[in-house]
């Protein structure tokens, strides 16, 4: 796996070094907090509701057993215990102290992680596939692409004051499982009619107040001028950008006030000027990087103990459907650790579970890990014959949960349990949807529908782009949740369709099982997704049961 | 006419730790809700913010936050500060914790 150059370990130490001053002199006086507030901003800490919170860098969501345990550690040590994983594919923890934060920092250094560019309006942790290097239907691994970004846009001059913060993702597959297209640059590898790989760039994705679907700027950019373009959209949206309004500055604005035809211009003529000032050097370090990428030697073994197990056990069985994914290599599956447990926080783990899962990886995974924006922890390459045991492990640490894809496999971001910047709470309205559904026993029965919870219009829940999408509001100080109905991250991304009035807390709940349960009586078979369905009747059978002859409250 | 003033407490996070906190009459920094001072007074309510502002050793943030009296002392009257009063609802962390 990659590992941090020499270079890379000496910048972030110094930056650890140097940020440790920075609290010293905050918490002897030298400093000011407006002073102190960027300082500490750029290096991923802020101060919300109840406390400090440190938002530490994962990049592309790849993570290896030895970084697993030290944020293990760290949570233990300095925090309360847990950490919870992010849609941005973060981790988060939620109680540091201000005086211990440069020792986390340090932990951090010392197994080549970091917080920098975790905040401010900077190029922000370059997201990926969470199946990166191992899915069946991947063209190629995005993640040295991936790595090229991140060492390209860390402290990168001209890019460390954009008009607002730019988020790149990137998938090496034509499925798209990275959300590409609700992103300020997705990238989305294809292959050219001569079969070469490259990219569809896309550009102006982004959720939040002003929910936009990307719009495609090139349909095929040769792989190897990715890197060029990247930095011409950046320099383009950094002239054009707008820095009177925070609300309009994300380069979504920028695309729609400008228009498709000229900004598609302005980069390919800003493109013309860098590409030959690049001269191959970054080339030069994608191949390098390429080479620390390289797969692990997959074995060649039967996989009878899979077939047997998966035949006689029905828990296993039910495991395995919803938590295995196709893998590129014969014999191997994709394993999805659900951090979901029905009633628990979603993307939380505990210490231990980190531990146990970092070990899980080094005696059935190659030692490879990764973190999805669905809040769950990947093992990328397990052999089938190895899932029994690995299964029975999972269910011992209390992180067998079969409900990938399902209705509890809930994103919800950490809303005003924590969020200074929330409206309302996410977290309850998930554990209790989980709860709900589980004591139900419907979730298998309704089959994949993706849940995603907001408790602002920042929308880090993503819930325009949930099958049922849930945004937490404050209507005159009471939490009010909107429901937005068919919204798609997927390849054929699209934005949900507001229903009409929000919910009150204590009717959210019953409001989706109404919605879930006309699903149920008028799809035309099993078979037919809630997503399918929807598409097919339109809003008309859902807005009816959640307004029509119920009690429903109209709390807006 | 004027618009009628909502008595306030000062609240604010403490530089080192981050918690929640309240301005007492007594200049003390509390945990609890209950002990802060309820301000009915709007010049007095920006006197007691700049003071708070000026503890920059101490707290970080402070801002005048609806209230009201109860019988116990003030209680919040919205639901975000009533949140901060006692912590996250997913966990017994913070506040739910310390105050034990």
Request: aromatic content about 8%.
């Amino acid at each position: 796996m990659y590992s941090y150059s020499e270079f890379d370990e000496a910048f972030v130490r110094a930056r650890v070094a140097q940020f440790s001053q920075q609290v010293e002199r905050r918490l002897d006086g030298s400093l000011t907090e407006e002073e102190f507030r960027p300082l500490r901003l750029m290096n991923g800490l802020y101060l919300q509701l109840h406390a400090y919170m440190l938002r530490v860098a994962i990049p592309y969501g790849t993570i290896n057993p030895r970084q697993m345990r030290q944020l293990a550690h760290i949570a233990q040590t300095w925090d309360k215990g847990y950490g919870h994983f992010t849609t941005r594919q973060n981790i988060q923890f939620n109680w540091p102290k201000l005086e211990d934060v440069p020792a986390i920092l340090q932990a951090l250094a010392d197994v080549g992680m970091h917080a920098i560019q975790t905040s401010g309006n900077c190029v922000r942790n370059v997201t990926a596939d969470h199946f990166a290097g191992a899915a069946a239907d991947e063209i190629e691994d995005p993640r040295p692409v991936a790595e090229l970004l991140r060492q390209w846009s860390t402290d990168h001059p001209e890019f460390q004051f954009l008009p607002r913060k730019f988020k790149i993702a990137i998938t090496g597959s034509p499925n798209d499982r990275a959300v590409t297209r609700a992103h300020d640059i997705g990238l989305r590898m294809v292959r050219n009619a001569a079969g070469e790989p490259g990219f569809e760039v896309m550009v102006g994705g982004g959720l939040g107040r002003t929910p936009m679907i990307a719009h495609t700027v090139r349909d095929f950019l040769p792989k190897a001028d990715l890197l060029p373009y990247v930095e011409a959209v950046l320099s383009v949206y950094n002239t054009l950008g707008r820095r009177d309004n925070k609300y309009k500055a994300r380069i979504k604005i920028t695309v729609h006030e400008t228009g498709k035809p000229e900004i598609t211009r302005m980069i390919e003529e800003r493109f013309a000027e860098l590409r030959p000032l690049f001269g191959g050097n970054d080339q030069k370090l994608l191949a390098e990087i390429e080479e620390a990428f390289a797969p692990p030697a997959f074995r060649v073994a039967p996989t009878d103990a899979y077939d047997a197990f998966y035949k006689a056990d029905p828990a296993f069985r039910a495991w395995a459907d919803t938590n295995l994914h196709d893998h590129k290599a014969s014999g191997y599956a994709i394993v999805t650790i659900s951090l979901k447990a029905h009633g628990e926080t979603p993307g939380d783990a505990t210490a231990d579970q980190m531990r146990e899962i970092a070990a899980l990886a080094e005696e059935y995974g190659h030692s490879e890990l990764r973190i999805s924006h669905e809040q769950n922890v990947i093992l990328p390459h397990v052999h089938k014959s190895d899932l029994p045991a690995l299964h029975a492990r999972l269910a011992k640490a209390g992180l067998a949960t079969a409900n990938v894809g399902l209705i509890s496999d809930i994103i919800a971001c950490p809303g005003m349990d924590y969020c200074a910047l929330a409206t309302a709470r996410s977290i309850p309205i998930a554990q209790e949807i989980a709860t709900r559904f589980d004591a139900l026993d419907l979730e298998h029965e309704i089959g994949p529908l993706k849940i995603k919870i907001s408790g602002c219009i920042n929308a880090c829940g993503h819930h325009h782009v949930g099958h049922i999408g849930i945004l937490g509001l404050d209507r005159a100080g009471v939490e009010n949740y909107q429901i937005t109905l068919g919204g798609d991250g997927t390849e054929t991304a699209t934005i949900g369709e507001k229903t009409g009035p929000g919910f009150a807390y204590d009717e959210i709940v019953p409001a989706v099982e109404r919605l879930v349960r006309a699903y149920l009586s008028v799809r035309t078979s099993q078979e037919e997704t809630f997503l399918q369905t929807y598409r097919r009747t339109g809003i008309d059978p859902f807005k009816a049961a959640l307004y029509d002859g119920e009690d429903s409250k109209d709390a807006a | 006419m004027s618009r009628r003033f909502i008595p306030k407490v000062v609240t604010a996070n403490r530089l080192r730790e981050g918690d929640v906190v309240y301005l007492t009459a007594d200049d003390r920094w509390s945990l609890l809700h209950h002990e802060a001072e309820l301000i009915e007074d709007e010049a007095q309510a920006n006197l007691r913010l700049l003071f708070a502002a000026a503890q920059k050793l101490y707290v970080v943030g402070a801002y005048l936050a609806d209230a009201k009296a109860g019988p116990n002392g003030p209680e919040p009257v919205h639901f975000r500060e009533a949140f901060r009063t006692r912590g996250p609802s997913n966990y017994a962390h913070g506040k739910q914790a310390d105050l034990v």
